[in-house]
């Protein structure tokens, strides 16, 4: 990377860590290895040197290492009032109001998902195969394009190594062929690339990221991806990488991966199929008058569908003690995310909000959910991680949900076992 983007991206970084200390009551914890591996771990630092936000790393897996989310800012109490949700006439919504009849981009990303690892593993020289263990760091989103970055993890003499198949960064990979001094070599129907940095701002001390590139001679789009691991040994060498892009099979990756290819009609079938999966157990603890489906420019994400339009969408319950919101028992805290406090109680004034929603299920402090209602997806480091994303929603966004709406959901029976479930048929891996 030149200087000039390296300052970007460590601006980048200051404000995703400002953003989030924003949230908390204490700075983003910066290690987690109760999360995952040492691959993981690593895998969030290249994420946020490269401006990425992990599929399923966002605000909330953020919230749940973090501790307790820090959302009473003070203020008045206010757990009192009407908390009924009242007669409501819109309650009737079309049952496909603001759907997307065609494919959408999310809809080519879950086939791409689907289908990467049986593409890929031909590929892979002998002895490297796909992990059985998918995680979601493999995967992710740009802050900068709305891009998703679909990925794999490779497994290699007993380690993981996240892979990533990025086309959203020719600088990050010119500046990693610089600094390796990679030449240009002439394969078939092309040339390649391959650089592998040890150590520095693309890998945590001890480990490495390797980047690879094809350039064709039919086309001006390079294909490119990088992966990263420990020690200091890639597991596909330029030797494995040239036998790569010369075979047969290596033109299925390129279409499948090819963003000019629009999803196929049986994507688009399988999108209705799994939203109905996702409200049948949705309605169990949505308020009526409201749906969930799945988003069209975030692949993996949620929108709630509303009689006003859609808004982006993402709810999930804390479990235990040890990790809780601070938001006082009985009431229901808000957090507008607008930079200028942590929020506070709100009470039952029928006001549609957009924000952060947090209180307790029951009377002790053990069991929490957590509910974010934005508008419509947006690109920047500045917008709430749930709604980032492309920006190809078509539908009016949404108000938001009134505090009465919210706090349904809250005390919805069951209400975690239905988030557990929507978001395992809403995931992506």
């Not at 009473?72 to 109001?97: E, H, K, M, Y």
């Amino acid at each position: 990377m030149t200087p000039a983007n390296s300052e970007n991206r460590d601006t980048t970084d200051l404000m995703v860590h400002d953003m989030i200390g924003r949230l908390f009551e204490e700075p983003e914890p910066m290690h987690r290895t109760d999360l995952a591996d040492g691959a993981i771990a690593q895998g969030m630092a290249v994420t946020r040197r490269r401006g990425f936000t992990v599929a399923g790393a966002t605000l909330s897996v953020l919230v749940v290492v973090g501790g307790a989310v820090a959302m009473a800012g003070g203020g008045p109490r206010t757990g009192g009032g009407d908390w009924s949700l009242g007669p409501d006439p819109t309650a009737n919504i079309a049952p496909q109001a603001y759907e997307d009849t065609g494919p959408t981009y999310a809809d080519r990303q879950r086939e791409i998902v689907e289908q990467l690892p049986s593409v890929f593993r031909p590929l892979l020289p002998a002895g490297v195969t796909v992990s059985p263990n998918q995680t979601q760091a493999a995967g992710g989103s740009s802050m900068l394009t709305g891009d998703y970055v679909p990925g794999i993890v490779l497994r290699s003499g007993g380690d993981d190594y996240p892979l990533r198949f990025d086309n959203t960064d020719a600088a990050g990979y010119a500046s990693a062929f610089a600094r390796a001094s990679s030449p240009s070599i002439a394969v078939a129907g092309g040339t390649i690339r391959v650089a592998v940095v040890q150590g520095g701002t693309e890998s945590p001390q001890h480990g490495f990221s390797a980047w690879y590139e094809f350039t064709p001679t039919d086309s001006k789009q390079a294909f490119h991806f990088y992966l990263y691991g420990s020690g200091s040994t890639t597991p596909i060498s330029p030797t494995a990488f040239q036998h790569m892009v010369e075979s047969p099979a290596f033109a299925k990756l390129r279409q499948l991966l090819d963003p000019s290819v629009p999803a196929s009609a049986d994507a688009v079938r399988q999108r209705y199929a799994t939203e109905a999966k996702i409200n049948a157990e949705a309605q169990k603890a949505l308020p009526p008058g409201f749906r969930l489906k799945l988003n069209p420019g975030a692949p993996g994400g949620l929108e709630l569908v509303g009689p006003g339009g859609v808004n982006t969408f993402e709810w999930f319950s804390l479990l235990g003690k040890d990790q809780q919101i601070s938001c006082p028992a009985q009431s229901l805290c808000f957090a507008p995310y607008s930079g200028d406090g942590l929020g506070s109680t709100v009470g039952p004034d029928s006001k549609a909000r957009l924000g952060v929603y947090g209180g307790w299920t029951g009377k002790s402090a053990d069991s929490s959910v957590v509910i974010h209602v934005f508008g419509k997806s947006e690109l920047g480091t500045s917008v709430d991680p749930t709604q980032m994303g492309k920006p190809t929603e078509t539908g009016p966004q949404g108000p938001g949900l009134t505090p009465q709406q919210a706090m349904a959901i809250v005390k919805a029976p069951n209400v975690a076992t239905v988030i557990a479930d929507v978001q395992k048929l809403a995931a992506l891996y």
